[in-house]
């Protein structure tokens, strides 16, 4: 870290708030200012609704992620984790990537560490299960499903052949079901090039404890999905929820049972637990407790924002907070890097207040619903287009706007790549296998005369 004088503002998460407001902040700042400082063990910020695109091959892997370095080069970038906060005497502790943990100073801090997969005690989920919040698990699990596709056409085992063609997705939110419409439209395409396998060989399984799926988008829209992704073929269990998956054993709580070579867990999200370690003041669900100017309860120097953020929604009333979706997240971080300059320069800071624009989900190509400002509800190739219109406006910086815009147009002209390429999960096997040495014949003993 530089020696410096000048007052340090430590973010902590380089995600949605964490890079947005080092730029906000980096934009507002006067030269030598302050300096900034962004933690995070990842060297890049993930812009998580293309997932589901990223691991159907809409988008390549690459585009769904923002170096920080690079978009921030005026801020240090730490990759490394805060493991807890001395409030008192302005200190984080550093957990870096390699070498011994270290304390940095700081005047004001910016939590913004995001959420995990909110999981639970089910049998065998921790050991088959895979989540989708990062393009690691986007990338693992588009080959995976291709994998399980290149075996089912190469078996003859009938058993061996059900279990691989069997997908199972658990939570019908935003996640899961632009997942599951995104792999199921791959693996419809990628199945016709496939001489022993069919679209109606494979089972695709949605399992939601709620009544209903897509609740963000209204009850409408959300009954029309779900006709639209029955008529697809897909197999729908509301009300229900997963009770075991050993050995990839799915038992469900409706009493219905198979196999399944992919489990996909999409089931909601929660407050990254370190959050206990930081001396925060914590809401029931663990989100740190923040008033409308984004500062923590009691605290002016700390700000927080986004998934890991109990937020006052001004919008909504009295006693709401704000959803834990990227729409806030982004703009929450433009108006917290605008309060944090204010603050450090004296003046009072600003409340947050954004009305809702809207929802959207795709559905696979040429496939959307919408909900637009609350009012307009777009369905089919309309709410495709502005899915895309959005996000692909919403991702930062202009490279990787264009990068985005660009697969799209490609996809346009030519089919998507059905290459899998799992080995890449362990790319030093066949490399140690050849380096090993190689294992002596047995001798036979000798002939007795």
């Known amino acids: 870290m530089s020696n410096t004088d000048r007052p340090r503002i430590l973010i902590v998460g380089g995600g949605y708030v964490g890079l947005y407001a080092a730029q906000r902040i980096l934009k507002k700042m006067r030269y030598g200012e302050a300096t900034v400082t962004v933690v995070d063990p990842r060297s890049y910020m993930t ?8 691991a159907a091959g809409s988008i390549s892997p690459r585009h769904v992620v923002v170096p920080l370095r690079r978009v921030l080069p005026k801020a240090e970038i ?8 001395d409030h008192d005497r302005k200190v984080a502790l550093v957990e870096p990537l390699a070498g011994e943990s270290y304390e940095l100073g700081f ?32 990338i693992a699990l588009r080959n995976h499903v291709l994998g399980q596709l290149d075996l089912a056409d190469s078996t003859t085992d009938e058993e061996i052949r059900r279990k691989a063609l069997t997908f199972c997705f658990v939570g019908g939110g935003f996640a899961g079901i632009e997942a599951l419409a995104e792999v199921e439209d791959m693996a419809r395409d990628a199945v016709r090039y496939y001489k022993n396998l069919k679209r109606e060989d494979m089972r695709f399984v949605m399992v939601e404890a709620a009544n209903r799926i897509l609740p963000e988008v209204g009850p409408e829209l959300g009954a029309w999905t779900l ?3 029955k008529a697809r073929d897909i197999e729908f269990h509301l009300e229900t929820s997963l009770k075991s998956c050993v050995d990839k054993h799915c038992v469900l709580s409706n009493d219905v049972e198979f196999d399944a070579s992919t489990i996909l867990w999409t089931a909601g999200v929660k407050p990254n637990p370190v959050l206990s370690e930081y001396g925060l003041p914590l809401g029931p669900r663990g989100h740190v407790d923040t008033r409308t100017t984004l500062q923590v309860v009691g605290m002016d120097n700390v700000f927080a924002a986004g998934d890991n953020a109990q937020v006052p929604d001004l919008a909504a009333g009295e006693g709401a907070w704000c959803p834990p979706n990227a729409q806030h997240a982004l703009r929450q971080a433009r108006v917290l890097g605008d309060n944090v300059v204010s603050v450090m320069r004296g003046f009072p800071p600003k409340d947050y207040k954004h009305k809702n624009l809207g929802a959207v989900a795709g559905l696979g190509l040429h496939k959307g619903v919408a909900v637009m400002f609350g009012k307009f509800k777009l369905k089919g190739l309309p709410a495709w287009v ?3 219109t959005y996000h ?12 985005v815009f660009a697969d799209w147009t490609l996809s346009a002209f030519f089919r998507r790549e059905i290459v899998s390429l799992g080995a890449m999960e362990h790319p030093r096997d066949e490399f140690a296998e050849a380096a090993l040495p190689a294992p002596r014949p047995a001798v036979e003993p000798a002939a007795k005369a």
Do not use: C, W
Request: no cysteine; hydrophobic share 40%.
């Open 227 to 229: 006709e639209r992704l």
């Open 78 to 85: 730490v990759n490394g984790r805060v493991t807890s906060v």
């Open 107 to 138: 005047d004001y801090i910016v939590i913004a560490l995001g959420s995990i997969s909110r999981t639970f005690p089910i049998p065998g989920l921790a050991e088959n299960g895979i989540g989708l919040k990062t393009i690691e698990e986007a």
């Open 47 to 54: 812009y998580q609704p293309f997932l589901p695109e990223a």
């Open 386 to 388: 502005f899915h895309r």
């Open 392 to 403: 692909g406006a919403m991702v930062p910086t202009f490279n990787r706007k264009f990068r």
